[in-house]
């Protein structure tokens, strides 16, 4: 460098540096990406959740549940959806015939390339996890554990009658979903008891050799501060799917939740998904990695109310999958 260079380095760097009324900035500036979706509403999606809630548990053969699916078809429609509703008689570990019920909502049901998303509406009726042995028969309120998959997909749908993206979009709210084996039951019956309604719809499509692109499930999304880790199952069915999400949530600045680490693997709605409908389908669900059963603490206990839900996560999520959604050609 010349003399004359350093003098003018100097005289404009320190020019440059307060010429903003800041301090100057440490680290490189992130590269700006310009998103293509809609804004995530997550005071509508939070307010969806809350309604869900205050119908109370959501156990399958009471009438909650039935008043909260109700609830669910009704805003499907009035979001512009086309309905589906796919009644059944599922049978849990022990003996009990639930009448069940998929609400199902479609979008651009003219387009041949298309994107399964879903959420189980039902909330467990045990809280077997709870501190508290005496309530280990309650049934929960599933803010999270329900609520707040079925809350964001709720607003997507809203947004996907505003706007509409390029490819088709079915979202299914699963019924019977958390009526497994509770924890208290040491017999530990062998069978696949979660799930049922997912399971059953996945032998028995809504539409005959219904295919999608791939799926995204979405379970415990709500929790303040959740973390998101790359669930196993996902990785091992969808792996291209899991680093679509993943990347898109990183461009959008949610890597705070999307984290890059490795989470356990879960039997949940999107095995069924996976193994029998044969749609590459990945989970969206909180990792704790200090718990034993690696769940929120709020999960499967009484604390699973709305002090369990934040916007800021719904916003996270909900962003994140319009990201995707709109993205597609
Ligand atoms: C099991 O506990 C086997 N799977 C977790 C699926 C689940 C339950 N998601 C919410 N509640
Ligand atoms: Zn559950």
Redesign the pocket.
């Known amino acids: 460098m010349t003399l004359k260079n350093v003098i003018t380095v100097g005289i404009i760097l320190p020019l440059f540096a307060f010429s903003c009324g800041k301090t100057p900035q440490k680290t490189a500036p992130v590269e700006s990406y310009q998103k293509v979706s809609p804004d995530f509403n997550s005071d509508s999606a939070y307010a969806y959740v809350d309604k869900q809630v205050s119908f109370g548990p959501r156990v399958p053969n009471t009438p909650e549940h039935v008043a909260c699916g109700d609830y669910l078809v009704s805003s499907l429609k009035r979001f512009g959806a086309e309905v589906y509703e796919q009644k059944m008689t599922v049978t849990t570990y022990n003996g009990i015939k639930l009448n069940a019920r998929n609400i199902i909502g479609s979008y651009g049901t003219d387009k041949k390339s298309r994107i399964l998303l879903f959420a189980?509406w039902d909330t467990?009726p045990y809280s077997d996890q709870d501190p508290d042995p005496a309530n280990h028969h309650k049934p929960l309120l599933g803010a999270n554990?329900?609520a707040s998959g079925v809350g964001v997909l709720l607003e997507v749908a809203r947004v996907l009658q505003a706007q509409s993206p390029n490819i088709g979009v079915d979202i299914i709210f699963f019924d019977a979903?958390?009526y497994?084996p509770p924890a208290f039951d040491k017999s530990e019956p062998a069978g696949d008891w979660?799930?049922l309604g997912t399971q059953y719809w996945a032998k028995n499509p809504h539409v005959p050799n219904y295919k999608a692109k791939y799926g995204i499930l979405l379970?415990?999304v709500g929790a303040p501060n959740a973390i998101f880790a790359k669930e196993l199952t996902s990785k091992a069915f969808a792996n291209d799917v899991v680093e679509k999400v993943w990347s898109t949530a990183s461009r959008l600045n949610y890597s705070n939740y999307f984290v890059g680490r490795d989470g356990s693997g879960?039997?949940?709605?999107h095995t069924y998904v996976n193994q029998l409908r044969k749609i590459p389908s990945i989970d969206i669900?909180h990792f704790d990695a200090d718990t034993n059963?690696n769940?929120g603490s709020y999960?499967?206990t009484q604390k699973d109310d709305m002090s369990s839900i934040s916007k800021e996560t719904l916003k996270a999520v909900g962003q994140t999958v319009l990201e995707v959604i709109y993205k597609e050609k």
Do not use: A, K, L, S
């Open positions: 189980h467990r554990d329900g979903e958390d497994g979660w799930c379970d415990m879960v039997t949940d709605d669900i059963h769940f999960w499967h």
